[in-house]
């Protein structure tokens, strides 16, 4: 087991600049999440995928923030025109789901700023 | 809508010293109960977890109750050692159809020797 992976791990942009991260999940976990952490604040759920299927998306989640995952593997997210207040830690889960509850496993994150 | 509460940070504490730091919580149902911890640098690791009222979760030396007639699931360890230190998080799943974890705050503990 790999872990579930994040790249690029820091990615330094301009306000208005376009922004894509990736995820690659534990291989055979059919759910992928996306969070977003703010420093002194837990991860707030942004969106999740079952399989290549997107099944729920916070109020988190503007018009600016896209993700796919096209073929139920990786996934990337994507930020349009950041702006500062983009600035935040992205990190990415995974889980395996059996029934019952699924146990989430995180990857180190992508720290973004945004100048 | 669900929420998670954390005790304030940061925390100090000497090496073998007893911990505690308590969480409760507000959801409907019966929800799963988690506690993650980030050491420095790294990201987040599950810790120990319980999905029924009165399940004990555990993990080095860690443990958490799942109280539901107090809606708390306190996490305890009764000697903590430098390499603790930390930022723990306690987190609750729904179990009412969305999968999303809600997180507390978090609360940062320093172990010193």
């Known amino acids: 087991d790999t872990g579930v992976s994040q790249n690029p791990r820091h990615k330094i942009t301009k306000r208005g600049q376009n922004v894509t991260f990736r995820c690659d999940p534990i291989s055979e976990h059919n759910r992928l999440y996306w969070y977003r952490q703010t420093l002194g604040q837990g991860p707030e759920f942004l969106t999740y995928f079952q399989n290549e299927a997107q099944l729920e998306k916070s109020r988190l989640l503007s018009d600016r923030f896209s993700a796919e995952r096209p073929k139920g593997s990786f996934s990337t997210l994507e930020i349009q025109r950041t702006e500062q207040g983009d600035s935040a830690m992205y990190l990415c889960?995974?889980?395996?789901?059996?029934?019952?509850?699924?146990?989430?496993?995180f990857g180190p994150g992508t720290r973004l700023t945004v100048l | 809508g669900n929420s998670v509460t954390q005790m304030e940070g940061p925390v100090t504490l000497s090496e073998e010293a007893f911990l505690t730091i308590n969480c409760t919580y507000t959801a409907t149902g019966y929800p799963s109960l988690f506690w993650y911890v980030q050491y420095p640098g790294e990201g987040l690791q599950l810790l120990l977890k319980a999905t029924k009222a009165d399940d004990k979760g555990s993990n080095k030396g860690f443990e958490a109750t799942y109280r539901k007639e107090t809606t708390s699931f306190h996490l305890e360890k009764g000697s903590v050692q430098v390499s603790d230190s930390a930022v723990y998080f306690c987190?609750?799943?729904?179990?009412?159809?969305?999968?999303?974890?809600?997180f507390g705050t978090g609360t940062r503990l320093t172990i010193i020797p």
């Open positions: 889960a995974s889980s395996l789901s059996r029934g019952g509850t699924d146990t989430q496993y």
């Open positions: 987190a609750l799943h729904s179990n009412f159809g969305n999968e999303k974890l809600t």
